[in-house]
């Protein structure tokens, strides 16, 4: 068995959380990029979104997680019961989420859907693998958005692709693993190829931003549609 060593330290995070919507229930945000959702377990990486909240929303709790490097929506329980409730939603799949992104290359359909299961290996951490036999099941629908290319420092124009990306499963790293397995990894990925196509590697953040975040009020019972339109 295999021991998990982290030895990840976040750089210090200077951007604000922006709260998008807040009543006794829940706290719906904008997470900023290169922020943890959660603090770790070195001190040195106790700067998170639930260290932050809880200075102000004291009891509260996360549902779900986003990664260091992806920005966007978050809903957040302010009490047990809320969590308890939200987190449901999240486990039935009764949560609609999209993501924007931008990936690497000139993705050739308009749309699609990858299926691969996903694996943890201890002795690649903090990568995850695509593996079919020890996986859980995961799949993401895509959609092209735009096919664009962005100038190089060195002049060169480098092919890039806007997706609107659909998570059916909430597998870690899902979205990543999922767009290098499509063969168009997400532009500023550090784990899963986004740096390594020439002028990409000065790309100054992980190019996936939670735009999207359909969900039941647990208390009032309305549909909360949350929107958050991508920085990038």
């Known amino acids: 068995m295999s021991t998990i060593i982290d030895n990840f330290i976040a750089p210090p995070c200077h951007e604000q959380i922006e709260t998008l919507y807040q009543d006794e229930h829940l706290v719906l945000i904008n997470k900023p990029t290169g922020l943890l959702s959660l603090s770790g377990k070195n001190p040195q990486n106790l700067d998170s979104v639930h260290h932050r909240l809880v200075q102000e929303f004291p009891g509260c709790t ?33 949560v609609t989420k999209a993501y924007s992104a931008l990936l690497c290359g000139h993705v ?14 201890p002795a690649l951490f903090p990568l995850m693998s695509i593996c079919a036999i020890n996986g859980k099941p995961a799949r ?8 664009f ?6 002049g060169a124009l480098l092919p890039l692709t806007r997706v609107e990306l659909t998570p059916e499963t909430g597998r870690t790293h899902q979205l990543r693993i999922h767009c290098q397995q499509l063969g168009h990894p997400i532009l500023g990925c550090d784990l899963y190829g986004g ?14 931003h939670a735009s999207e975040l359909d969900f039941v009020h647990p208390v009032s019972g309305e549909l909360i549609k949350a929107r958050n339109a991508s920085p990038f």
């Open 195 to 208: 740096l390594l196509l020439p002028g990409t590697e000065h790309t100054p953040r992980l190019m996936l």
């Open 140 to 147: 993401s629908g895509y959609r092209v958005v735009e096919r």
């Open 62 to 94: 996360l549902v779900h997680r986003l990664d260091f490097g992806t920005s966007g929506l978050m809903v957040i329980a302010r009490n047990k019961a809320i969590n308890a409730a939200l987190c449901q939603q999240f486990s039935q799949r009764a």
């Open 149 to 154: 290319y962005r100038e190089r420092e060195d």
């Open 108 to 121: 050739s359909d308009n749309d699609g859907v990858i299926d691969a299961a996903i694996a943890k290996d």
